[in-house]
C-alpha cells in the first residue's frame, strides 16, 4: 500500500486541490481529495470544503452543521 506522501507525489490534481482547499486543520490527506473525502465519510462527517469559512472554522463537520449553514 502507498504512502500519503507517494500518492501525492503521483496525484496531478494536488496543487489545484490545494488551491480550493479552505481546510485550516492540520493533515497529511490535504490536497488530496479522494482520501480526504474517503476519511471524513468514514467518520459520517463532510470535508471542510463544503462548508464557508465561518463554519469551517468551528471544525464540526456534522451533517447536521451542513444542514445548519445551508439549510
Not at 500519503?4 to 490527506?29: G, R, W
Not at 482520501?35 to 469551517?56: G, T
Amino acid at each position: 500500500m502507498k504512502s500519503i506522501s507517494e500518492i501525492k507525489k503521483a496525484c496531478p490534481n494536488v496543487q489545484a486541490n490545494l488551491d480550493f482547499c479552505n481546510c485550516t486543520y492540520s493533515c497529511e490527506k490535504k490536497g488530496l481529495c479522494c482520501q480526504c473525502v474517503s476519511y471524513h465519510r468514514r467518520m459520517n462527517q463532510l470535508p471542510a470544503c463544503f462548508f464557508p469559512k465561518d463554519a469551517e472554522a468551528t471544525y464540526d463537520r456534522s451533517f447536521r452543521k451542513f444542514i445548519q449553514t445551508w439549510g
